[in-house]
């Protein structure tokens, strides 16, 4: 864990100490007691005043287990400064930190980790926000948390699905819980992975609260590279919140419709977070850094860019400064390519190299977004001006990593349907009321809890066409794979619609979006040409994924797996469904 974590002054400290002499998670150290300052209202506080923290990666235990690295993570909740103004914030995090410790693995050795939520309060910490209208008239206890580890090739018991939640204690547990210590096998090449909860219905408040966290899996084939590393590898995890003036997280309650009087459609916080930080700088020396993004927003999609803000003599302020893409959520690219901005949705990740060479000492950029909210149309507050990087340092030693556009990345497979396969069409809509309009999302008119309807065999590749009837682009997930995506394809949106809605009505049969196309399909930008697990589905177009279905070693019989959208208010009510692998 040495040399990962950038110097945090006491007051931001994560304090997940798992190192010897280190006390354990979630425990308030002398180090970390804050020291009174005076405080300001939100609305006030100073931008680019703390320094950007980074999540402690944890050190495992490796002797548990034979060829496994073991850790047990505690969620809880506890007070963490997300600004050196603000008094401290009451957030939940998994060891004792927002975001979670980092969890570092390699290629080819096991993961094992207890996730152990006993330590959480018996109420929710936005409890006000709790909307069991949208429980399908189940009932659920408050409280409850599963760990899902997001774009893991894992078995399904093992996934963290939305079903396998449990109580703290455990005394109550959902239909499909299967204990709370999972192995990961880490079979899949390097990349940044996340970890975060997926209890049904709730998941958007779970993650809000605070439980989500990296993991980063590395090989041999990364390690050759060069890239940069260590205290110029720099993971950011992006989001945004609702704080009151006085800094206390809160959640809109304002509901949609009185059918669900609490839950709205979905949200777009007014307070850019990174790293569990307001407003954060990063002091940087003038060469290559490695950027580890992560969107890990409610519902906002991000459209970012870095830009000159201050130069000595002004040289250059208010250009952008390009950066270079290498890899997505599975795994590098083929190519390095060379973007302005980067258009990150929630769940995605991109590996990015930001360049500083040769930059002056006193050079500014500001990392600016552009994206409407809800993506592409919408009217929300666009989140600007989201922190900075200031050239403040002086190079040390050389920067022996090698320029982005020379790196000789791996090859990407190009993957194609196993012939005689039928496509399967996914249909993005709404859950429409006769009276109050839209008050849910559905995908395939079905709800969570209708029987599976996808049953792809393992070995084989599917193309999965997602057609998107809605206003909104949905991040579509997909547990268990990594996929390519195909193209995308515009539709006639409303002559789709129909068509659909006389399906629906029996007076028809279904039609593929072939009849309905308006234009030609797009194959994807070159950013987006390498694994994924979410991609994002634009509103009137057929996204078409590419899918290879495996189950890992050991799994037998039907392997249960879920998609959905990942906008969590999305997939809370009830745009997620089971699917079952077959072998
Ligand atoms: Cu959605």
């Known amino acids: 864990?040495?040399?990962?974590?950038?110097?945090?002054?006491?007051?931001?400290?994560?304090?997940?100490?798992?190192?010897?002499?280190?006390?354990?998670?979630?425990?308030?150290?002398?180090?970390?007691?804050?020291?009174?300052?005076?405080?300001?209202?939100?609305?006030?506080?100073?931008?680019?005043?703390?320094?950007?923290?980074?999540?402690?990666?944890l050190a495992p235990e490796t002797e548990r287990y034979p060829d496994t690295d073991y850790y047990e993570i505690r969620m809880s909740q506890f007070e963490q400064q997300l600004h050196s103004q603000?008094?401290?914030?009451?957030?939940?995090?998994?060891?004792?930190?927002?975001?979670?410790?980092?969890?570092?693995?390699?290629?080819?050795?096991?993961?094992?980790?207890?996730?152990?939520?006993?330590?959480?309060?018996?109420?929710?910490?936005?409890?006000?926000?709790?909307?069991?209208?949208?429980?399908?008239?189940?009932?659920?206890?408050d409280v409850r948390t599963i760990t899902h580890m997001h774009g893991c090739f894992v078995a399904p018991e093992a996934d963290g699905q939305p079903d396998a939640w449990s109580t703290p204690g455990g005394s109550q547990t959902g239909p499909r819980h299967y204990g709370n210590e999972f192995t990961y096998p880490n079979d899949q090449p390097a990349t940044m992975l996340w970890y975060h909860d997926h209890a049904m219905h709730i998941t958007r408040l779970n993650v809000y609260a605070g439980l989500s966290g990296l993991y980063i899996i590395r090989?041999?084939?990364?390690d050759n590279l060069e890239l940069p590393s260590g205290e110029y590898e720099i993971p950011l995890i992006i989001q945004d919140r609702f704080l009151t003036e006085e800094g206390l997280l809160t959640y809109p309650t304002n509901g949609t419709t009185p059918i669900h009087p609490i839950w709205v459609l979905h949200i777009f916080g007014d307070t850019p977070v990174i790293n569990g930080s307001i407003y954060p700088f990063l002091d940087a020396e003038p060469r290559r850094y490695?950027?580890?993004?992560?969107?890990?927003?409610?519902?906002?999609?991000?459209?970012?860019?870095?830009?000159?803000?201050?130069?000595?003599?002004?040289?250059?302020?208010?250009?952008?400064?390009?950066?270079?893409?290498?890899?997505?959520?599975?795994?590098?690219?083929?190519?390095?390519?060379?973007?302005?901005?980067?258009?990150?949705?929630?769940?995605?990740?991109?590996?990015?190299?930001?360049?500083?060479?040769?930059?002056?000492?006193?050079?500014?950029?500001?990392?600016?977004?552009?994206?409407?909210?809800?993506?592409?149309?919408?009217?929300e507050i666009i989140l600007d001006n989201l922190m900075q990087v200031r050239v403040n340092r002086d190079i040390k030693g050389v920067d022996n990593t090698t320029k982005a556009e020379r790196l000789n990345l791996p090859d990407m497979p190009v993957i194609t349907s196993t012939p005689g396969l039928p496509k399967r069409i996914f249909f993005l809509g709404e859950q429409n009321d006769p009276e109050y309009g839209v008050i849910g999302w559905l995908i395939n008119e079905r709800f969570f809890h209708d029987p599976v309807e996808e049953t792809p065999r393992a070995g084989t590749t599917e193309i999965w066409e997602i057609v998107n009837f809605t206003l909104d682009a949905h991040p579509f997930h997909i547990h268990l794979v990594q996929f390519q995506v195909l193209n995308r394809q515009p539709f006639d949106q409303w002559g789709y619609w129909y068509a659909y809605q006389d399906y629906l009505a029996e007076s028809a049969p279904i039609m593929g979006p072939d009849d309905f196309l308006t234009g030609p399909a797009v194959p994807p930008p070159p950013e987006e040409a390498g694994w994924k697990d979410t991609a994002l589905s634009m509103p009137g177009e057929v996204l078409r994924l590419v899918v290879p279905f495996n189950v890992p070693e050991g799994v037998e019989g039907p392997a249960r797996y879920i998609y959905h959208c990942h906008m969590l208010e999305h997939e809370d009510n009830d745009m997620m469904r089971p699917f079952d692998v077959l072998q």
Request: aromatic share 6%; charged share 20%; net charge negative.
């Open 86 to 141: 603000l008094p401290r914030t009451a957030v939940w995090g998994y060891g004792g930190s927002f975001p979670g410790p980092t969890i570092e693995a390699r290629r080819g050795r096991k993961t094992r980790i207890k996730w152990i939520n006993d330590d959480l309060p018996g109420t929710h910490l936005l409890q006000q926000a709790i909307d069991p209208t949208i429980y399908q008239g189940r009932e659920y206890p």
């Open 290 to 379: 490695r950027l580890r993004l992560l969107n890990g927003s409610n519902a906002r999609t991000w459209n970012l860019w870095f830009e000159k803000t201050g130069t000595p003599g002004n040289n250059g302020v208010g250009s952008v400064h390009p950066v270079s893409a290498i890899g997505t959520d599975g795994g590098l690219l083929p190519v390095p390519v060379q973007l302005e901005k980067v258009r990150l949705a929630p769940a995605e990740r991109a590996d990015i190299i930001l360049d500083l060479t040769g930059f002056e000492k006193g050079t500014v950029l500001t990392l600016r977004n552009d994206a409407r909210a809800a993506y592409p149309f919408g009217e």
């Open 1 to 57: 864990m040495a040399g990962v974590g950038l110097v945090v002054p006491p007051l931001l400290g994560f304090g997940c100490g798992s190192e010897e002499g280190q006390p354990p998670a979630g425990t308030i150290t002398e180090t970390q007691t804050i020291q009174e300052k005076v405080t300001r209202p939100l609305s006030q506080i100073d931008r680019y005043i703390d320094p950007l923290p980074v999540p402690d990666t």
């Open 219 to 222: 090989d041999e084939e990364e």
